[in-house]
């Protein structure tokens, strides 16, 4: 199993990219946003990767981190949803995107990946509603993948530009939010639902912020 490619980038394809390996050119199928995070030809690169094998197709997909991967390998459980349906939905909302869709039961948002009908939508959520808990507390101890990794003899003569890191997720304040929540004894199904809303409102809220808002709308009503 490849689990991590680094090394430099060859060519951009519309939806794929080359990356060379010490030599060995590896063809990473990604979605567009991961496209638009990666650096120009002749830089360095690292993506986790998942290895799809089919009867008639071996494909590697890349990701900029390991919460964004996981998302992935539970979306393609799902019945009715394959490698490009559940790439096409990390793509279209992100990780965090995902964990909040799944975790406030939104299939609006994941009708809105294409390819995605609602019926679909509808059991991506059901069934993956329980998973939302575990995969956002990742984000607590999942770095993501950098490409200032690759060694310098990997990038040897490909150093005309500098080599820079893939874009950076948000914080692992949503993590940390929903640890907090858990030890002040709240389920994790209904922590990851306050917290889920609580980053909506205010995307880039520091984790106290995060705390304060999620207890709010835990608070009892009336």
Do not use: C
């Amino acid at each position: 199993m490849i689990g991590r490619i680094a090394g430099v980038l060859e060519y951009r394809g519309t939806d794929h990219v080359m990356i060379d390996v010490r030599g060995v050119g590896y063809i990473v199928q990604v979605s567009d946003r991961t496209l638009m995070a990666l650096p120009g030809p002749g830089e360095a690169v690292a993506l986790y990767t998942e290895l799809v094998v089919r009867e008639d197709l071996m494909q590697l997909i890349g990701f900029l981190s390991l919460v964004e991967k996981e998302w992935y390998r539970l979306l393609v459980s799902v019945q009715g949803i394959g490698a490009k349906s559940a790439l096409g939905i990390v793509g279209a909302l992100g990780p965090d995107g995902v964990s909040r869709a799944i975790a406030l039961g939104d299939w609006n948002a994941v009708k809105a990946a294409p390819g995605v009908g609602p019926k679909i939508a509808q059991r991506v959520v059901n069934e993956l509603k329980d998973k939302a808990p575990s995969v956002m507390a990742m984000g607590a101890g999942s770095a993501p993948v950098q490409a200032a990794q690759v060694d310098d003899e990997v990038i040897e003569g490909a150093a005309a530009t500098k080599p820079r890191p893939a874009e950076r997720p948000r914080s692992s304040a949503q993590a940390e939010a929903m640890s907090a929540l858990a030890n002040l004894g709240y389920a994790p199904s209904e922590a990851a639902r306050a917290v889920a809303e609580a980053q909506g409102d205010t995307p880039d809220a520091e984790t106290a912020t995060l705390i304060r808002a999620a207890l709010r709308l835990l608070a009892p009503k009336g």
